[in-house]
């Protein structure tokens, strides 16, 4: 009756009458998807498939250093990537895939459509995006599926029933879950995913920031602008963020007039572009866009649009702040500063992001509820070199390698178990686990 229930809300979400926002760009990206990933299966290579699937770049970006040891040990393997958020559909040029595109509308017609078109030998499901309907018939048709950083939030829906019980039956047909926490593999477990399928692996996007290299030339041009200035760094902002840390930047401005502040917001828009710089100006601080490749210009603040930035840019600051934290919708990535070893400021709602307390723990990342906290908190890093070189070598040390290189043992085990399903890895996890849930060594 719940699974009844899920194709019959699936495919009334497909006639909602939404043409703007990120909603309605998903909805039909994913309404048409099935007939591009058929037309395009239709004359792929005749090469050993991996099909990952994420819910935007945050997701996949997690699978990159996993396909790269992949491809390192079996040449011939071909990669395609789906994603079900508009903000993936802007970056598929940047995947190293042989095909990029939304995933196919969750019923068992499109799955089975696309999936009996494209034959993978494996469907990867980066951090946890998990469609049942995708699952079920990836299982009928004997294509086993793996979970690679996987985690659940403590309060998600997903644990509620009834729909935990649609999950279970998703879960139950899994070849492998790498959990990034015991916590998360706790929360697996709950879901219904089998004792024997789940491993704490760590996270894989700890190996994918720590080793993702540095774009110069995206640097270059702010060289001349940051010129041995204390710089911030404000990532991922979002509108929650705006107020409180215009109000900081306004008071660490009136403090010392040689810091420089970078804002990149979340959305970079148009429209968002002009709402931060109209904001800047509303409190006497001079903001202006930076130009790709161009000079920037000699003002207190500049403000970048564009995408896949954020993580090139991080390495000029000398503190970094990191958005989403006065929103409980969550926390952006803070291990993109911490790889580059900066002291990372946010808001108060931290509990989204288990990188984020770890980093808080050991004093590597400081919550704020008010712009005052803020900016004394930039300002005394500021000041005192050792306490921000400290604070930065904290930060790096919360974040460890390793989990890429088991998921892409388990993931290479599962395809070459493939006729087995499930099953294949059974003996493997079930030598090596002792009371639970096992973890990485």
Known sequence: MIRAAYHTLTRLSTLLPLRTGKLGRSLRGRSSAAHRWSVWAASRPEAPLLWVHGASVGELLTADPIIARLRAARSSLSVAFSFSSPSAADWRARFPATHAD?????TPEDTARVLDASRPACLVLARGDLWPEMVRQAALREIPVAIVGGTVRPASHRLLRPLRSLYAEALRRV????????????????????????????????????????????????????DGRPVLVAGSVEPSDERVLFDAMHTALSARDDIRILLV??????????????????????????????????????????TGLLYHL????????VGGGFSRSGLHAVIEPAAYGIPILTGPHVSSSPDAERLQEARGLVSAADAGTLAAQWLEWMRDNARRWSAGCAARACLSAGAAEISARRIGEVIDGRTGGATALRPLLRRSRSGGPRARR
Do not use: K, M, N
Not at 314 to 321: E, G, N, T
């Open 102 to 106: 939304f995933a196919p509308t969750d």
């Open 175 to 226: 070849s492998w879950i790498g959990a990034v926490t015991q916590a998360d593999a706790d929360r697996w477990g709950r879901l219904g995913a089998p004792e024997h399928c789940i491993e704490v692996s760590g996270d894989p996007r700890h190996d994918q920031v720590l080793e993702r290299p540095t774009d110069l030339t995206i640097l270059s041009p702010l060289l001349p602008w940051a």
């Open 265 to 306: 917001p979340h959305d970079p828009s148009p429209r968002t572009l002009d709402r931060l710089r109209s904001s800047c100006a509303a409190r006497g601080i001079a903001a202006e866009p930076l130009a790709s490749g161009c000079t920037a210009p000699a003002v207190p603040c500049l403000v970048a649009g564009g």
């Open 314 to 321: 991080y390495a000029l600051a000398s503190v970094a702040y």
